[in-house]
């Protein structure tokens, strides 16, 4: 079955970018997600990307996918305080009925 | 507004009862899910269903069980079969599944402590 990977930890210095990266292990996926979680909360969409782009902007948020390599990138532009979450990479399985989530990523950001 | 809300938002169970855990949403989304969140091990998908009256258990369903009466509606009971079930709980739910674009939707989640 699918899997998905993260790597747990990430600091970085407010102001500066975040790159967070994941690796999936099944190609057939059209669209590929980033969720964010806040302490104590549940997940909110962040951004998505459709698998027949290479990069998806939108304001802050920059979205890297390599198909060949199936790795994706989510880089967070002049990171902010209010960045600091766990973020989740999720790709949907096989017949697209399910997600299969990475253990999250948790960004930490620096005074 | 339409959203998923779940409750309790804390619940403490002790050793060898079972709990039920609520999850309603008034999107009129047709699937919902339930995960179970570890720290370190991301979200692992407990039950879900496409449909009312029907429900398919995903990886970790053991200790667990379901119901999808209405379409609203998908409360999850915790077992006393479940050997660890302190945990952060999340439900979802989705409009459509499929290969197309499915994002689901999350409620506020349960944080479950057994004493």
């Known amino acids: 079955g699918e899997d998905v990977e993260q790597s747990l930890f990430l600091s970085v210095r407010e102001g500066d970018s975040s790159v967070i990266n994941c690796t999936y292990t099944?190609?057939?996926?059209?669209?590929l997600y980033w969720y964010k979680q806040e302490p104590g909360a549940g997940l909110q969409l962040l951004t998505y990307?459709?698998?027949?782009?290479d990069m998806k902007q939108d304001q802050r948020l920059t979205v890297l996918l390599n198909k060949k390599d199936k790795h994706l990138s989510l880089r967070i532009a002049d990171t902010q305080t209010g960045d600091s979450a766990i973020y989740f990479c999720a790709v949907p399985d096989n017949y697209g009925q399910n997600f299969v989530f990475g253990p999250g990523t948790r960004l930490s950001v620096l005074p | 507004d339409g959203g998923i809300t779940q409750s309790p938002k804390y619940l403490f169970r002790k050793e060898g009862q079972n709990v039920t855990l609520s999850c309603e949403q008034n999107?009129?989304?047709?699937?919902m899910y339930w995960y179970r969140q570890d720290p370190g091990q991301g979200l692992r998908l407990i039950y879900y269903?496409?449909?009312?009256?029907?429900?398919q258990k995903g990886d970790i369903a053991e200790g667990y069980s379901v119901s999808r009466e209405k379409k609203e509606s998908f409360p999850l009971t915790v077992t006393s079969a479940q050997k660890n079930p302190t945990a952060f709980y999340l439900c979802?739910?989705?409009?459509?599944?499929?290969?197309?674009?499915?994002?689901?939707?999350f409620g506020p989640g349960t944080r479950l402590t057994v004493l």
């Open positions: 269903s496409q449909i009312v009256n029907d429900f």
């Open positions: 099944d190609s057939s996926s059209t669209y």
């Open positions: 979802a739910s989705t409009s459509r599944t499929g290969t197309g674009y499915n994002e689901q939707f």
């Open positions: 999107l009129n989304h047709d699937a």
């Open positions: 990307i459709f698998s027949n782009m």
